[in-house]
């Protein structure tokens, strides 16, 4: 791994993102976007201050993972990733410098998300706002390390989507979300304890409580942060030099 070449990656993305502004448009305004929606859907500022930070969980991780996904098929189908392939980058440095690129989108998408939220909607927080943003980021950044391992098993852009469903619901149904996770049939409980979504809703329940911050929700922290960096690291493991 050199970090100069994960860097020139990164940089090549930010590039590349640059000139694809439907891309960035889906990136950064479609979650504020859908947060406005819900908030006159609802037109109870009690009702969605209860669920904004859910959706400030839950989005950024969506759209980092849709977004993440078929941007590296891409490079792949393209032949792209073959070249590159055959230079010193190597697959973690690859995988890294794409994680840094859409890392750097993942800030911009959760600031706009936030401040949209705290100033026009009049999103009420008990506690700091911090804990938010870091939860807010984390799942950012593990919605964009598994677009990048599951794009690894995908042959097209409509195979890469179907993938979406099926990360994306069982964490949603599972995650505490609709049903707390105490209250779910012990098989379900069990399925949950291994999704990495249940822990980051978990710590953003902790994080708008209002109350202190103690070892769960630290706890909860490093699982997701270490299922971003494991997703990586199979991402790099499974990486192939040739297109099939």
Known sequence: MSFAITMATARRIMNQLRHDHRTVALMVLVPTLVIILLYYVMDDERAFSAWAPILLCVFPFLVMFLVTSIGTLRERTSGTLERLMATPLGKFDLLLGYGIAFGVMACVQVALALTVSLTWLGLDLTGSLWPL???????????????????????????????????????????????????????????SNVLPMSYAIEAMKDAVGGGELGGEFWRDVVVVAGAALLALVLGAATLRRRTP
């Open 133 to 191: 943003v870091l939860v807010a980021l984390l799942n950012a950044l593990l919605g964009t390390a598994l677009g990048l391992f599951c794009s690894a098993f995908a042959r097209s852009e409509f195979q890469a989507v179907q993938f979406m469903p099926l990360v994306m619901i069982p964490q949603l149904l599972l995650g505490g979300i609709l049903v707390p996770r105490a209250q779910m049939a012990t098989v379900l409980e069990w399925v």
